[in-house]
């Protein structure tokens, strides 16, 4: 798999031993960065998009990519990457958060998914590992029928979604009440019943670093439940129904200073990101050691 960086924020450009290690392409997109954090008009996005285009077409060599995009502030930025692939796909997506919000007049992080599902290259949409805004409020913005109609399959990290309509939805977690890892046969087990649609195209695989606990990487937003290895899991035991057949994949969730442009961002900013104490130091080196062990994991697992 190539490796490459959108950088839109700095934050893996930054990690000198992943740089070292892998000498990834640099799509250079700071410039972008204030102006599409957390949210941007859709005009604004739709610019972005041909921007993005033409950066990837200056530096495309072939390859299937793992693209690094930096802070799941710019999770929005993996629409523009599907927009690329031309072939159907299984999107994957490990995030602790839905980002499937309808209604918003406008692109934000936490809507993407909503629009990826109307891509015509999106066959189904995999939710996995989630916990965070399904189940309250926010559950009014869910797009309730792509839940039923299974165009969208959730499988959350740590407990089953009960209220409203959600007991109508399909939702096993990823660990039954009691356990405190997962394990493959869990998986494999949850996983039966979608088998045969997983076999029948490549997946592109969605990764926000969120999904995962507090000890395994810094984010700019509420951490998960899972550990490293349990991602791994998900990803061997999802490959393996696909025949080891990855599209492409990126990742996001790496912690950087919120840089924005715009009122409507800044109010985002202090309505909705977390208070976090953040070393920069340590959260570069713990990130880009997990950003290290990705890379190593999908050489190993994609065909």
Known sequence: MGVRILDLDGSVRSQEAFVARHRPAVLPAQEWGPRIRMACSFGRFRKFEEALAQLADAHANGERTITFCGSGDFHHVSLALLGAVKTPVSLVVLDNHPDWMRGVPFMHCGTWLYHAARLPQVERIYHI????????????????????????????GVRRFERRSWRAVRNEPLRLPGQTALTFERIEQLLDLYRADLASRPVYISLDKDVMTVQEGVVNWD??????????????????????????????????????????????????????????????????RVNLAIVDQIDRLAA
């Not at 590992?129 to 189940?135: H, I, L, P, Q, R």
Request: glycine share 6%; charged share 20%; net charge negative.
């Open 223 to 288: 951490s998960g439940h899972l550990a490293l290895d349990e991602v791994f899991l998900v990803l061997s035991a999802v490959l393996r129904c696909a025949g080891e057949k990855l599209a492409a994949m990126d990742v996001l969730g790496d912690w950087s200073p919120v840089v924005l442009r715009g009122w409507l961002r800044h109010f985002m900013h202090w309505t909705e990101h977390p208070a976090l104490a953040v070393d920069p130091a340590d959260a570069a080196e713990r990130n880009a």
């Open 129 to 156: 590992g989630g916990d965070v805004d399904f189940d309250n409020y926010y559950q009014s913005m869910a797009p309730w029928h792509l839940l039923r109609t299974e165009k969208i399959i959730v499988i959350p």
